[in-house]
């Protein structure tokens, strides 16, 4: 259906930035919304931003808001997530998902993940 995969994740020091990218293949067309997650060791996954296909809406939760900005670009079926101001508790695997018009109700397709590792 929808083929997603991240890139850019690496090791950075605490107040440094990361550009993360999801680049979708597939049938792009039905994207409707991309999701940023992200699971530490022993934790369990955790939303970090929304952005929606058709107006770029974007949503943060309070955790990464201000620091975090998600954007896309509809032409190169690319999502990036710019990562400022990195803490060392932001150390995570980070995943890429998208809801599309199939299934608007759950996040059906899944990147393979990218490791961002901060440290102090």
């Known amino acids: 259906q929808v083929q997603l995969v991240e890139s850019g994740g690496g090791l950075v020091q605490a107040g440094g930035s990361l550009r993360l990218s999801c680049a979708a293949s597939g049938r792009t067309s039905s994207i409707s919304i991309v999701g940023w997650f992200r699971q530490a060791p022993g934790k369990e996954r955790e939303f970090i931003a929304r952005?929606?296909?058709?107006?770029?809406?974007?949503y943060y939760p309070d955790s990464v808001k201000g620091r975090f900005t998600c954007s896309r670009d509809n032409a190169k079926n690319l999502v990036v997530l710019q990562m400022n101001s990195l803490k060392p508790e932001d150390t995570a695997v980070y995943y890429c998902a998208a809801m599309t018009t199939i299934n608007s109700a759950r996040w059906g397709s899944w990147g393979q993940g990218t490791q961002v590792t901060v440290s102090s």
């Open positions: 952005i929606t296909w058709s107006s770029g809406a974007t």
